[in-house]
Protein backbone atom coordinates (compact mmCIF):
# COMPACT_ATOMS: atom_id res chain seq x y z
CA UNK A 1 0.00 0.00 0.00
CA UNK A 2 1.54 3.29 -1.12
CA UNK A 3 1.10 6.68 0.91
CA UNK A 4 -1.86 8.13 -0.99
CA UNK A 5 -3.50 4.81 -0.21
CA UNK A 6 -3.13 4.75 3.17
CA UNK A 7 -4.36 8.64 3.40
CA UNK A 8 -7.07 7.78 1.86
CA UNK A 9 -8.59 4.70 3.37
CA UNK A 10 -7.71 6.15 6.54
CA UNK A 11 -9.65 9.11 5.62
CA UNK A 12 -12.63 6.98 4.96
CA UNK A 13 -12.12 5.29 7.86
CA UNK A 14 -11.51 7.36 10.98
CA UNK A 15 -14.94 8.48 11.92
CA UNK A 16 -15.64 4.89 12.63
CA UNK A 17 -13.03 4.88 15.22
CA UNK A 18 -14.55 6.74 17.91
CA UNK A 19 -16.20 4.31 19.79
CA UNK A 20 -15.49 2.53 23.28
CA UNK A 21 -15.70 -0.95 24.67
CA UNK A 22 -16.60 -2.69 27.80
CA UNK A 23 -17.17 -5.56 29.69
CA UNK A 24 -20.27 -6.39 31.87
CA UNK A 25 -20.14 -9.16 33.99
CA UNK A 26 -23.43 -10.90 35.68
CA UNK A 27 -22.14 -12.56 38.40
CA UNK A 28 -24.66 -15.42 39.81
CA UNK A 29 -24.84 -16.58 43.41
CA UNK A 30 -26.85 -18.76 45.22
CA UNK A 31 -27.30 -18.81 49.05
CA UNK A 32 -29.15 -22.21 49.53
CA UNK A 33 -32.76 -20.15 48.88
CA UNK A 34 -32.54 -17.52 46.35
CA UNK A 35 -30.78 -16.94 43.32
CA UNK A 36 -28.58 -14.07 43.41
CA UNK A 37 -26.94 -11.77 41.06
CA UNK A 38 -23.58 -9.10 42.44
CA UNK A 39 -24.71 -5.18 41.75
CA UNK A 40 -22.54 -2.49 42.29
CA UNK A 41 -23.04 1.36 42.79
CA UNK A 42 -24.02 3.70 39.65
CA UNK A 43 -21.44 6.61 39.60
CA UNK A 44 -22.56 7.64 36.26
CA UNK A 45 -25.51 10.30 35.45
CA UNK A 46 -28.06 10.50 34.89
CA UNK A 47 -27.79 6.51 36.53
CA UNK A 48 -26.06 7.74 39.53
CA UNK A 49 -26.97 5.54 42.72
CA UNK A 50 -28.84 2.98 40.66
CA UNK A 51 -27.02 -0.61 40.66
CA UNK A 52 -25.37 -1.79 37.86
CA UNK A 53 -23.42 -5.13 36.91
CA UNK A 54 -19.91 -4.85 37.02
CA UNK A 55 -18.70 -3.53 34.23
CA UNK A 56 -15.79 -1.42 33.12
CA UNK A 57 -14.15 0.42 29.97
CA UNK A 58 -11.94 -2.29 27.83
CA UNK A 59 -8.31 -1.07 27.46
CA UNK A 60 -6.63 -0.33 24.78
CA UNK A 61 -3.57 -3.15 25.33
CA UNK A 62 -6.04 -5.80 26.43
CA UNK A 63 -8.18 -8.56 24.86
CA UNK A 64 -12.09 -9.03 25.89
CA UNK A 65 -11.44 -11.84 28.16
CA UNK A 66 -8.69 -10.27 29.96
CA UNK A 67 -10.71 -7.11 30.72
CA UNK A 68 -13.54 -9.04 32.27
CA UNK A 69 -10.90 -11.13 34.42
CA UNK A 70 -9.42 -7.69 35.29
CA UNK A 71 -12.63 -5.58 35.75
CA UNK A 72 -14.38 -8.69 38.37
CA UNK A 73 -10.87 -8.69 40.38
CA UNK A 74 -10.55 -5.34 40.55
CA UNK A 75 -14.03 -4.85 41.63
CA UNK A 76 -14.65 -7.45 44.04
CA UNK A 77 -12.12 -9.84 44.41
CA UNK A 78 -13.86 -12.48 42.37
CA UNK A 79 -10.72 -14.54 41.22
CA UNK A 80 -10.41 -17.52 39.17
CA UNK A 81 -14.41 -18.24 38.76
CA UNK A 82 -16.55 -19.24 35.83
CA UNK A 83 -17.02 -17.10 33.30
CA UNK A 84 -18.61 -17.39 29.96
CA UNK A 85 -19.01 -14.99 26.98
CA UNK A 86 -23.03 -14.15 26.38
CA UNK A 87 -23.18 -11.67 24.16
CA UNK A 88 -22.41 -8.33 22.87
CA UNK A 89 -24.80 -4.88 23.10
CA UNK A 90 -24.94 -2.14 20.88
CA UNK A 91 -28.21 -0.26 21.01
CA UNK A 92 -27.01 3.27 19.25
CA UNK A 93 -28.27 5.41 22.83
CA UNK A 94 -27.63 2.44 25.37
CA UNK A 95 -24.50 5.30 27.06
CA UNK A 96 -24.23 8.61 28.11
CA UNK A 97 -20.92 8.69 27.44
CA UNK A 98 -21.22 8.29 23.53
CA UNK A 99 -20.74 5.13 21.61
CA UNK A 100 -20.31 2.05 23.86
CA UNK A 101 -20.67 -1.39 22.58
CA UNK A 102 -20.64 -3.78 25.96
CA UNK A 103 -19.46 -7.61 25.59
CA UNK A 104 -21.67 -9.12 28.57
CA UNK A 105 -20.23 -12.18 30.48
CA UNK A 106 -21.67 -14.13 33.06
CA UNK A 107 -19.94 -15.67 36.05
CA UNK A 108 -21.27 -18.38 39.03
CA UNK A 109 -19.90 -17.98 42.39
CA UNK A 110 -19.83 -19.84 45.13
CA UNK A 111 -21.13 -16.77 47.44
CA UNK A 112 -19.36 -17.99 50.96
CA UNK A 113 -15.76 -18.27 49.56
CA UNK A 114 -15.01 -14.44 48.83
CA UNK A 115 -14.76 -11.27 51.12
CA UNK A 116 -16.04 -8.54 48.54
CA UNK A 117 -15.04 -5.73 50.23
CA UNK A 118 -11.48 -6.30 49.67
CA UNK A 119 -11.12 -5.28 46.15
CA UNK A 120 -9.08 -2.26 45.13
CA UNK A 121 -11.54 -0.72 42.85
CA UNK A 122 -14.57 -1.75 45.27
CA UNK A 123 -17.83 0.61 45.09
CA UNK A 124 -20.20 -0.99 47.55
CA UNK A 125 -20.80 -4.47 45.62
CA UNK A 126 -23.94 -6.22 46.72
CA UNK A 127 -25.81 -9.37 46.46
CA UNK A 128 -29.05 -9.09 45.58
CA UNK A 129 -31.97 -11.37 45.27
CA UNK A 130 -32.85 -11.30 41.14
CA UNK A 131 -36.75 -12.03 41.91
CA UNK A 132 -36.71 -8.55 43.60
CA UNK A 133 -34.54 -6.28 40.95
CA UNK A 134 -36.51 -3.86 39.10
CA UNK A 135 -34.71 -0.93 37.60
CA UNK A 136 -30.89 -1.07 36.83
CA UNK A 137 -28.29 1.28 35.15
CA UNK A 138 -27.79 1.38 31.53
CA UNK A 139 -29.81 -1.44 29.91
CA UNK A 140 -28.31 -3.79 32.42
CA UNK A 141 -31.64 -5.01 33.05
CA UNK A 142 -31.70 -6.45 28.81
CA UNK A 143 -28.55 -7.81 29.97
CA UNK A 144 -28.73 -9.66 33.24
CA UNK A 145 -32.31 -11.06 31.58
CA UNK A 146 -30.55 -12.39 28.44
CA UNK A 147 -27.87 -14.13 30.90
CA UNK A 148 -30.67 -15.49 33.50
CA UNK A 149 -31.94 -17.07 30.21
CA UNK A 150 -28.86 -18.46 28.80
CA UNK A 151 -28.26 -19.76 32.71
CA UNK A 152 -31.42 -21.81 32.43
CA UNK A 153 -30.48 -23.37 28.87
CA UNK A 154 -26.57 -23.96 30.54
CA UNK A 155 -27.41 -25.75 33.80
CA UNK A 156 -29.34 -27.84 31.29
CA UNK A 157 -26.98 -29.14 29.22
CA UNK A 158 -23.92 -28.58 31.20
CA UNK A 159 -22.79 -29.40 35.07
CA UNK A 160 -21.87 -25.40 35.30
CA UNK A 161 -24.44 -25.41 38.22
CA UNK A 162 -22.10 -26.41 40.67
CA UNK A 163 -19.93 -23.75 40.75
CA UNK A 164 -22.99 -22.22 42.60
CA UNK A 165 -23.35 -25.02 45.47
CA UNK A 166 -20.79 -26.11 48.12
CA UNK A 167 -17.95 -28.84 47.30
CA UNK A 168 -20.37 -31.24 49.04
CA UNK A 169 -23.93 -30.62 48.71
CA UNK A 170 -26.85 -32.95 49.26
CA UNK A 171 -29.45 -33.99 46.49
CA UNK A 172 -32.55 -32.23 47.82
CA UNK A 173 -29.54 -28.98 47.72
CA UNK A 174 -29.18 -30.01 44.55
CA UNK A 175 -32.47 -30.17 43.30
CA UNK A 176 -33.74 -26.88 45.53
CA UNK A 177 -30.84 -24.80 43.10
CA UNK A 178 -32.34 -26.02 39.84
CA UNK A 179 -35.44 -24.88 40.49
CA UNK A 180 -34.80 -21.80 42.14
CA UNK A 181 -32.64 -21.39 38.79
CA UNK A 182 -35.79 -22.48 36.39
CA UNK A 183 -38.36 -20.98 38.47
CA UNK A 184 -40.42 -24.24 38.75
CA UNK A 185 -40.64 -27.22 40.67
CA UNK A 186 -38.97 -30.29 39.47
CA UNK A 187 -40.39 -33.85 40.37
CA UNK A 188 -37.80 -35.24 43.51
CA UNK A 189 -37.95 -39.23 41.73
CA UNK A 190 -37.53 -38.14 38.31
CA UNK A 191 -34.91 -35.72 38.71
CA UNK A 192 -32.91 -38.10 41.30
CA UNK A 193 -32.90 -40.46 38.58
CA UNK A 194 -31.60 -38.11 35.63
CA UNK A 195 -28.90 -37.30 37.85
CA UNK A 196 -27.94 -40.43 39.52
CA UNK A 197 -27.93 -42.45 36.02
CA UNK A 198 -25.45 -39.49 34.45
CA UNK A 199 -22.73 -40.95 37.28
CA UNK A 200 -21.05 -38.09 38.00
CA UNK A 201 -21.61 -37.49 41.41
CA UNK A 202 -19.68 -39.01 44.42
CA UNK A 203 -20.96 -40.27 47.02
CA UNK A 204 -18.57 -38.83 49.42
CA UNK A 205 -19.70 -41.35 52.14
CA UNK A 206 -20.34 -38.60 54.64
CA UNK A 207 -23.62 -37.03 55.69
CA UNK A 208 -24.99 -33.73 56.43
CA UNK A 209 -24.06 -32.50 60.03
CA UNK A 210 -25.90 -30.48 62.82
CA UNK A 211 -29.01 -29.89 60.83
CA UNK A 212 -32.70 -30.33 62.51
CA UNK A 213 -34.30 -32.45 59.85
CA UNK A 214 -33.15 -36.41 58.84
CA UNK A 215 -29.36 -35.37 57.75
CA UNK A 216 -28.57 -36.03 54.17
CA UNK A 217 -26.10 -37.97 52.14
CA UNK A 218 -23.38 -35.60 50.90
CA UNK A 219 -22.32 -35.88 47.12
CA UNK A 220 -19.71 -33.88 44.97
CA UNK A 221 -19.40 -33.32 41.61
CA UNK A 222 -16.75 -36.40 40.06
CA UNK A 223 -15.20 -33.47 37.47
CA UNK A 224 -12.61 -35.85 36.65
CA UNK A 225 -15.05 -38.45 35.81
CA UNK A 226 -16.95 -35.86 33.55
CA UNK A 227 -14.38 -35.15 31.60
CA UNK A 228 -13.30 -38.72 31.02
CA UNK A 229 -17.16 -39.28 29.91
CA UNK A 230 -17.35 -36.96 27.90
CA UNK A 231 -14.76 -37.79 25.47
CA UNK A 232 -15.97 -40.84 25.10
CA UNK A 233 -19.28 -38.84 23.53
CA UNK A 234 -21.39 -38.58 27.19
CA UNK A 235 -23.56 -35.75 27.06
CA UNK A 236 -24.78 -34.12 29.75
CA UNK A 237 -28.63 -33.93 29.50
CA UNK A 238 -31.34 -32.30 32.15
CA UNK A 239 -34.26 -31.21 29.88
CA UNK B 1 -22.52 17.00 37.34
CA UNK B 2 -20.65 20.29 37.48
CA UNK B 3 -18.24 21.40 34.27
CA UNK B 4 -15.30 20.12 36.40
CA UNK B 5 -16.26 16.79 37.02
CA UNK B 6 -17.39 16.58 33.01
CA UNK B 7 -13.92 17.58 32.29
CA UNK B 8 -12.27 15.19 34.47
CA UNK B 9 -14.59 12.26 33.34
CA UNK B 10 -13.90 13.13 29.87
CA UNK B 11 -9.99 13.41 29.85
CA UNK B 12 -10.34 10.14 32.05
CA UNK B 13 -12.19 8.53 29.22
CA UNK B 14 -11.30 9.78 26.04
CA UNK B 15 -8.37 7.61 25.16
CA UNK B 16 -11.16 5.07 25.37
CA UNK B 17 -12.89 5.86 22.53
CA UNK B 18 -10.92 5.07 19.85
CA UNK B 19 -12.02 1.51 18.58
CA UNK B 20 -13.82 0.70 15.75
CA UNK B 21 -16.68 -2.16 15.38
CA UNK B 22 -17.36 -4.78 12.81
CA UNK B 23 -19.67 -6.99 12.25
CA UNK B 24 -18.81 -10.31 10.28
CA UNK B 25 -20.98 -12.80 9.05
CA UNK B 26 -20.38 -16.74 8.57
CA UNK B 27 -22.98 -17.74 5.81
CA UNK B 28 -23.65 -21.32 5.95
CA UNK B 29 -25.52 -23.61 2.97
CA UNK B 30 -26.10 -26.65 1.49
CA UNK B 31 -26.13 -28.04 -1.92
CA UNK B 32 -26.90 -31.22 -0.79
CA UNK B 33 -23.71 -32.89 -0.79
CA UNK B 34 -21.10 -30.49 0.76
CA UNK B 35 -21.43 -28.00 4.07
CA UNK B 36 -20.34 -24.38 2.20
CA UNK B 37 -19.49 -21.06 3.69
CA UNK B 38 -19.99 -17.74 1.93
CA UNK B 39 -17.13 -15.80 1.54
CA UNK B 40 -15.83 -12.50 -0.22
CA UNK B 41 -12.11 -11.02 -1.83
CA UNK B 42 -10.49 -9.40 0.58
CA UNK B 43 -8.91 -6.50 -0.42
CA UNK B 44 -6.97 -4.66 2.74
CA UNK B 45 -3.13 -5.22 3.25
CA UNK B 46 -2.14 -7.42 4.44
CA UNK B 47 -4.73 -9.79 3.39
CA UNK B 48 -5.47 -8.84 -0.16
CA UNK B 49 -6.27 -11.99 -2.20
CA UNK B 50 -6.57 -13.87 0.42
CA UNK B 51 -10.82 -14.67 1.30
CA UNK B 52 -12.76 -13.33 4.17
CA UNK B 53 -16.09 -13.29 5.45
CA UNK B 54 -18.46 -11.41 4.62
CA UNK B 55 -18.07 -8.11 6.78
CA UNK B 56 -17.80 -4.56 7.23
CA UNK B 57 -17.14 -1.75 9.73
CA UNK B 58 -20.14 -0.65 11.78
CA UNK B 59 -21.86 3.37 11.13
CA UNK B 60 -22.66 5.56 14.13
CA UNK B 61 -26.18 5.69 13.72
CA UNK B 62 -26.85 1.76 13.15
CA UNK B 63 -27.07 -1.17 16.29
CA UNK B 64 -25.36 -4.78 15.96
CA UNK B 65 -28.07 -6.34 14.22
CA UNK B 66 -28.92 -3.70 12.16
CA UNK B 67 -25.51 -3.67 11.01
CA UNK B 68 -25.39 -7.26 9.96
CA UNK B 69 -28.70 -7.16 8.48
CA UNK B 70 -26.98 -3.96 5.99
CA UNK B 71 -24.07 -5.69 5.49
CA UNK B 72 -25.04 -9.09 4.11
CA UNK B 73 -27.89 -7.32 2.25
CA UNK B 74 -25.44 -4.72 0.64
CA UNK B 75 -22.49 -6.91 -0.27
CA UNK B 76 -24.52 -10.69 -1.47
CA UNK B 77 -27.99 -9.43 -1.59
CA UNK B 78 -29.24 -12.03 0.64
CA UNK B 79 -32.08 -10.74 2.41
CA UNK B 80 -34.84 -11.99 5.15
CA UNK B 81 -32.05 -15.19 6.14
CA UNK B 82 -31.98 -17.04 9.46
CA UNK B 83 -29.49 -14.85 11.65
CA UNK B 84 -28.12 -15.74 15.00
CA UNK B 85 -25.35 -13.19 17.00
CA UNK B 86 -22.17 -15.89 18.00
CA UNK B 87 -19.70 -14.15 19.89
CA UNK B 88 -17.23 -10.99 19.84
CA UNK B 89 -13.83 -11.32 18.85
CA UNK B 90 -11.24 -9.33 20.74
CA UNK B 91 -7.49 -10.01 20.26
CA UNK B 92 -5.43 -7.02 20.46
CA UNK B 93 -3.96 -6.77 17.11
CA UNK B 94 -6.24 -9.11 15.13
CA UNK B 95 -6.94 -5.55 12.77
CA UNK B 96 -4.44 -4.19 10.54
CA UNK B 97 -6.54 -0.60 10.65
CA UNK B 98 -6.35 -0.36 14.78
CA UNK B 99 -8.51 -1.73 17.23
CA UNK B 100 -11.59 -3.60 15.86
CA UNK B 101 -13.87 -5.57 17.78
CA UNK B 102 -15.98 -7.64 15.70
CA UNK B 103 -19.25 -9.15 16.60
CA UNK B 104 -19.93 -12.33 14.56
CA UNK B 105 -23.14 -13.57 13.17
CA UNK B 106 -24.08 -17.08 11.69
CA UNK B 107 -26.73 -17.45 9.06
CA UNK B 108 -28.17 -20.27 7.71
CA UNK B 109 -29.21 -19.66 3.78
CA UNK B 110 -30.87 -22.11 0.78
CA UNK B 111 -28.14 -21.62 -1.49
CA UNK B 112 -30.43 -22.44 -4.82
CA UNK B 113 -32.74 -19.08 -4.08
CA UNK B 114 -30.37 -16.36 -3.79
CA UNK B 115 -28.26 -14.56 -6.95
CA UNK B 116 -25.48 -13.21 -5.47
CA UNK B 117 -24.14 -10.86 -7.75
CA UNK B 118 -26.76 -8.14 -7.93
CA UNK B 119 -25.84 -6.54 -4.24
CA UNK B 120 -24.64 -3.01 -4.78
CA UNK B 121 -21.37 -3.95 -2.90
CA UNK B 122 -21.07 -7.09 -4.42
CA UNK B 123 -17.19 -7.97 -4.16
CA UNK B 124 -16.61 -11.34 -5.86
CA UNK B 125 -18.29 -13.40 -2.91
CA UNK B 126 -18.07 -17.31 -3.52
CA UNK B 127 -19.58 -19.89 -2.13
CA UNK B 128 -17.02 -22.34 -0.53
CA UNK B 129 -16.82 -25.90 0.72
CA UNK B 130 -15.82 -25.74 4.34
CA UNK B 131 -14.16 -28.80 4.34
CA UNK B 132 -11.70 -27.45 1.27
CA UNK B 133 -11.04 -23.65 3.41
CA UNK B 134 -7.22 -23.72 4.66
CA UNK B 135 -6.29 -19.64 5.68
CA UNK B 136 -8.57 -16.73 6.18
CA UNK B 137 -8.12 -13.28 6.24
CA UNK B 138 -7.72 -11.74 9.60
CA UNK B 139 -8.61 -14.24 12.38
CA UNK B 140 -11.60 -14.74 10.26
CA UNK B 141 -10.58 -18.88 10.34
CA UNK B 142 -10.97 -18.51 14.43
CA UNK B 143 -14.35 -16.95 13.78
CA UNK B 144 -15.67 -19.74 10.94
CA UNK B 145 -14.63 -22.43 13.62
CA UNK B 146 -17.02 -20.90 16.70
CA UNK B 147 -19.58 -20.66 14.62
CA UNK B 148 -19.54 -24.05 12.79
CA UNK B 149 -19.24 -25.82 16.64
CA UNK B 150 -22.02 -23.49 17.58
CA UNK B 151 -24.34 -24.57 14.08
CA UNK B 152 -23.64 -28.19 15.11
CA UNK B 153 -24.69 -27.49 18.98
CA UNK B 154 -28.05 -26.09 17.39
CA UNK B 155 -28.90 -28.21 14.53
CA UNK B 156 -29.24 -30.62 17.72
CA UNK B 157 -31.52 -28.75 20.02
CA UNK B 158 -33.33 -26.44 17.38
CA UNK B 159 -35.09 -27.04 13.94
CA UNK B 160 -32.48 -24.65 12.80
CA UNK B 161 -30.98 -27.03 9.75
CA UNK B 162 -34.31 -26.73 8.03
CA UNK B 163 -33.13 -23.35 6.83
CA UNK B 164 -31.04 -24.87 4.79
CA UNK B 165 -32.73 -27.00 3.26
CA UNK B 166 -35.34 -26.92 -0.13
CA UNK B 167 -39.26 -26.46 1.56
CA UNK B 168 -39.61 -30.21 0.25
CA UNK B 169 -37.52 -32.97 1.12
CA UNK B 170 -36.60 -36.58 1.76
CA UNK B 171 -35.90 -37.94 5.18
CA UNK B 172 -32.24 -39.03 3.55
CA UNK B 173 -31.26 -35.53 2.40
CA UNK B 174 -32.49 -34.49 5.68
CA UNK B 175 -30.26 -37.05 7.36
CA UNK B 176 -27.52 -36.47 4.92
CA UNK B 177 -28.01 -32.30 5.83
CA UNK B 178 -26.86 -33.62 9.64
CA UNK B 179 -24.25 -36.12 8.44
CA UNK B 180 -22.52 -33.27 6.61
CA UNK B 181 -23.13 -30.91 9.15
CA UNK B 182 -22.02 -33.16 12.69
CA UNK B 183 -19.56 -34.88 9.89
CA UNK B 184 -20.44 -38.34 11.32
CA UNK B 185 -22.58 -40.81 9.65
CA UNK B 186 -26.01 -41.74 11.67
CA UNK B 187 -28.27 -44.62 12.35
CA UNK B 188 -30.80 -44.36 9.88
CA UNK B 189 -33.46 -46.17 11.46
CA UNK B 190 -32.24 -44.31 15.43
CA UNK B 191 -32.15 -40.84 13.30
CA UNK B 192 -35.90 -41.10 11.73
CA UNK B 193 -37.47 -42.55 14.93
CA UNK B 194 -35.95 -39.79 16.42
CA UNK B 195 -36.97 -37.23 13.82
CA UNK B 196 -40.47 -38.21 13.20
CA UNK B 197 -41.65 -38.97 17.16
CA UNK B 198 -40.98 -35.12 17.20
CA UNK B 199 -44.22 -34.95 14.86
CA UNK B 200 -42.83 -31.73 13.62
CA UNK B 201 -42.69 -32.65 10.01
CA UNK B 202 -45.51 -32.72 7.49
CA UNK B 203 -46.12 -35.45 5.07
CA UNK B 204 -47.08 -33.42 2.19
CA UNK B 205 -48.25 -36.14 0.44
CA UNK B 206 -45.76 -36.04 -2.64
CA UNK B 207 -42.56 -37.92 -3.96
CA UNK B 208 -39.47 -36.78 -5.43
CA UNK B 209 -40.20 -36.48 -9.25
CA UNK B 210 -37.10 -37.06 -11.94
CA UNK B 211 -34.62 -39.08 -9.78
CA UNK B 212 -32.70 -42.35 -10.91
CA UNK B 213 -33.39 -44.30 -7.64
CA UNK B 214 -36.71 -45.34 -5.91
CA UNK B 215 -38.83 -41.92 -5.32
CA UNK B 216 -39.04 -40.61 -1.85
CA UNK B 217 -41.59 -39.27 -0.11
CA UNK B 218 -41.59 -35.52 0.72
CA UNK B 219 -42.02 -33.87 3.82
CA UNK B 220 -41.74 -30.31 4.85
CA UNK B 221 -40.77 -28.82 8.22
CA UNK B 222 -44.30 -27.76 9.88
CA UNK B 223 -43.08 -24.34 11.81
CA UNK B 224 -46.51 -23.24 13.22
CA UNK B 225 -47.12 -26.60 14.92
CA UNK B 226 -43.45 -26.69 16.14
CA UNK B 227 -44.02 -23.18 17.51
CA UNK B 228 -47.45 -24.47 19.03
CA UNK B 229 -45.87 -27.44 20.61
CA UNK B 230 -42.61 -25.79 21.84
CA UNK B 231 -45.59 -23.41 24.08
CA UNK B 232 -46.77 -26.49 25.79
CA UNK B 233 -42.97 -27.09 26.55
CA UNK B 234 -41.60 -29.37 23.74
CA UNK B 235 -38.24 -29.45 23.34
CA UNK B 236 -36.65 -30.25 19.78
CA UNK B 237 -33.58 -33.31 20.93
CA UNK B 238 -31.80 -34.69 18.05
CA UNK B 239 -29.08 -35.70 20.48
Redesign the interface.
Known amino acids: ?1 NEQNINI ?1 LKR ?1 N ?7 SVDCVVFGFDGTELKVLLMRCNM ?1 PYVGLWSLIGD ?8 EGAAKRILKRRTGLDNVFME ?1 T ?6 DRHP ?3 V ?1 T ?1 AYYSLVKISEYELSNAPEYREAHWHNISEITELAFDHRDILDECLNLLRKHVK ?1 APVGFNLLPPKFTLPQLQNLYETILGKSLDKRNFRKKILKMKILKDIGETQQNVSHRPGKLYSFDEKRYESLRKDGF ?1 F ?1 L ?1
Do not use: T
Open positions: MDIPYFGAAIELLRVNEDLQKAFGSVLGRIIEIDN
